[in-house]
C-alpha cells in the first residue's frame, strides 16, 4: 500500500535506509542530523511524517 521512505538531513553525519518495517540509521561522523520517516497514504489509513534527531558522538577512549 503507502510506501516507506526516510531521509537524513546530514548524510555525511548519519545515513537513513528502509527495508520493509524496518528503518536502518547508521552513524558516519560527530556532528547531528534529523531522520525524517514518511508514509504515503495508503487504501486504508492516512500517511503521515515524522523525525527523530540523532547525535552522533566521539567514540570513547577504550583503554591506554
Request: glycine share 12%; proline share 3%; aromatic share 2%.
Given at each position: 500500500?503507502?510506501?516507506?521512505?526516510?531521509a537524513s538531513s546530514?548524510?555525511?553525519?548519519?545515513?537513513?535506509?528502509?527495508?520493509?518495517?524496518?528503518?536502518?540509521?547508521?552513524?558516519?561522523?560527530?556532528?547531528?542530523?534529523?531522520?525524517?520517516?514518511?508514509?504515503?497514504?495508503?487504501?486504508?489509513?492516512?500517511?503521515?511524517?515524522?523525525t527523530i534527531s540523532?547525535?552522533?558522538?566521539?567514540?570513547?577512549?577504550?583503554?591506554?
Amino acid at each position: 500500500d503507502g510506501a516507506v521512505s526516510v531521509a537524513s538531513s546530514a548524510e555525511a553525519v548519519a545515513t537513513a535506509s528502509v527495508e520493509g518495517t524496518t528503518v536502518t540509521v547508521v552513524p558516519l561522523t560527530e556532528g547531528s542530523a534529523t531522520i525524517t520517516v514518511t508514509l504515503a497514504d495508503g487504501t486504508l489509513y492516512t500517511g503521515g511524517t515524522d523525525t527523530i534527531s540523532v547525535t552522533v558522538a566521539a567514540p570513547e577512549n577504550e583503554g591506554g
